[in-house]
């Protein structure tokens, strides 16, 4: 007899993969599935779960279904992939410098100056010097973000 | 209430992400992390190809120069959201 195809497996390790690309390329752009990547997680969980119900044909049930070799490669590339994934998360994103000296609430916001976008001095006291085009006035309070940038 | 970015990026690479992205805020280059540092946010060799970086920082200054709200995420991934933003923005009156 013709043994059939095992596609739960393929589709585990697929989707195991499509839910780790699917983080930086659109979960992490929504602060809901950003900050903790459940959505990512649960295709994954799916992925698994495909996984395990190949795996248990492919050795439970060898004569009616194949995937014995393949099952087992994709079934460690997929905990690979999973683990990857984890380890970002949990531990290499997590890897930031204390920054204990940074001002605190209360504190005098330390004076900088740098180029703007065009190559314009901007600093903090410029800021608060000029209009806002929308009010005409100065600014109540300036936002600071510093990010990463393109790294 | 003005915004303003800060990071180790060029002011060319800063302006393609401002046209790309059609950012209106002020984009601030810290080529040699100068501001950065006075802020105690290096991430040393932290970029892509070992160059420093800012870890990231959001803080709030009002017009006094004092700072009224700080956030230092401790992981990357999970920094401050619009509604924190807009919420501290209306407590400073």
């Known amino acids: 007899m013709q043994r059939k195809r095992n596609w739960n497996i393929w589709i585990g390790f697929l989707l195991c993969v499509v839910g780790f690309l699917s983080y930086p390329f659109f979960f992490a752009q929504y602060p809901i599935t950003r900050d903790v990547p459940w959505a990512t997680f649960l295709i994954m969980a799916v992925g698994l779960l495909f996984l395990v119900s190949g795996l248990r044909r492919a050795f439970g049930r060898p004569q009616e279904y194949k995937g014995k070799i393949a099952g087992s490669i994709l079934g460690v590339l997929s905990v690979a992939v999973v683990g990857l994934f984890c380890f970002g998360v949990f531990y290499a994103s997590k890897q930031l410098p204390k920054s204990a000296g940074a001002p605190q609430v209360g504190q005098k916001a330390p004076e900088f100056s740098l180029v703007d976008t065009d190559k314009q001095q901007v600093s903090l006291a410029s800021l608060f010097a000029a209009q806002l085009p929308a009010t005409k006035k100065p600014p109540k309070g300036v936002f600071l973000v510093f990010y990463r940038g393109y790294w | ?93």
């Open chain 2, 1 to 93: 209430m003005e915004v303003v970015a800060v990071s180790v990026d060029s002011p060319e690479q800063s302006k393609d992400l401002q046209k790309e992205a059609g950012l209106t805020y002020v984009i601030l280059s810290d080529l040699n992390a100068e501001a950065i540092r006075k802020y105690d946010l290096l991430h040393s060799k932290a970029g892509q190809d070992g160059h420093d970086v800012a870890r990231p920082g959001e803080f709030l200054v009002d017009s006094n120069g004092v700072v009224r709200w700080v956030n230092l995420t401790e992981d990357f991934r999970v920094r401050a959201r619009s509604e924190q933003f807009l919420a501290q923005a209306r407590q400073l009156k």
